[in-house]
């Protein structure tokens, strides 16, 4: 199929097929970051302005490693260095990144629904880099690869996430994306961190960890959402490891060859142990590395679009 999609604003909208076609295409430039010289001409000419409100490190700096080894010309702007610090408002600044006939703006933004309200302000095509507890549509789609990479499918699986599912837009990204492909999901946690909705998005739910790790394919563990949360929703972080946290001990409830993932950054100790963060069921690192082919495949899906 062609992509005809001016934006990427979540994988709520999006099909199967055009998940797919995101997944083959991002496995085609995979072997671009194995070269020596790690650079094709495909985007050249091409401008990419990734504007990170919220703080980043995998995200930010794959969006520009991606652009790079696609030859585009990639400028990076923060909230800190940028005329938000002055008054200016965000409509006001997606217009004047406009009047610069950028090709892509990739954004983050702590507000749910920003990168939807400039997408509808401009004509360049927008990438949702994470708004708020909404979504990480990237992200989602970087763990789908890696699955589907090492299992060669992502239907029929039985993937279980855990942690802070009420505050998290990976776990939304991940939860719409691994439905629409076939997988059977679990989501597990504190009730203080699970939507009182979240099983009409089509997942079990479990409130013991070891219960939503048996037979588990995939394994995926989410980080503690401090900065979104409004009031304390566990009495401490020791209590919250002693219940939740992945160890030696727990995971033996999955398959032998389950794989363990987070979006990172992880908090060694509270969310997975050290040796399992990295023993060899983890693939932490690989979703680091097919995170960069993702975001290289967007970004040359997108400006073919708008063409």
């Excluded at 610069?100 to 749910?112: E, G, Q, T």
């Excluded at 942690?163 to 059977?184: C, E, Q, T, W």
């Excluded at 693939?283 to 040359?300: D, P």
Aim: with cysteine; aromatic share 4%.
């Amino acid at each position: 199929m062609k992509w005809e999609r001016k934006d990427l604003l979540g994988i709520k909208d999006l099909s199967g097929e055009e998940i797919s076609l995101i997944l083959d295409t991002a496995e085609s430039f995979l072997e671009v970051s194995t070269r020596d010289i790690k650079k094709v001409p495909t985007l050249r000419g091409k401008t990419i302005i990734n504007f990170f409100v919220e703080a980043s490190t995998r995200t930010r700096t794959s969006f520009e490693i991606a652009g790079k080894r696609l030859s585009a010309d990639t400028i990076n702007i923060s909230a800190s260095t940028s005329s938000l610090v002055k008054g200016e408002t965000l409509a006001d600044t997606a217009r004047n990144l406009e009047a610069m006939n950028p090709d892509v703006i990739v954004i983050r933004h702590s507000c749910a629904g920003a990168p939807h309200m400039l997408a509808r302000l401009v004509r360049q095509s927008i990438i949702n880099a994470g708004d708020g507890a909404h979504e990480h549509p990237t992200q989602a789609l970087l763990d789908m690869m890696t699955i589907r990479s090492r299992k060669g499918t992502l239907s029929g699986l039985n993937v279980t996430i855990v942690g802070d599912i009420a505050h998290s837009r990976v776990a939304r990204s991940n939860i719409y994306g691994l439905n629409k492909m076939g997988a059977h999901l679990t989501v597990a946690g504190p009730a203080t961190m699970m939507p009182r909705d979240i099983r009409e998005l089509g997942v079990k739910v479990s409130f013991r960890l070891e219960e939503a790790l048996q037979d588990a394919d995939v394994v995926m563990m989410l980080r503690i959402q401090t900065e979104r949360e409004q009031r304390s929703v566990f009495p401490s972080l020791r209590e919250y490891s002693a219940f939740y946290c992945l160890n030696g001990d727990n995971i033996q409830r999955a398959r032998p060859d389950v794989l363990v993932m987070h979006p990172g950054p992880v908090n060694r100790g509270v969310e997975i142990s050290p040796e399992i963060a990295d023993g060899a069921n983890s693939v932490i690192l690989e979703q680091v590395t097919n995170g960069v082919a993702v975001r290289m495949a967007l970004l040359y899906l997108l400006t073919g679009a708008i063409e």
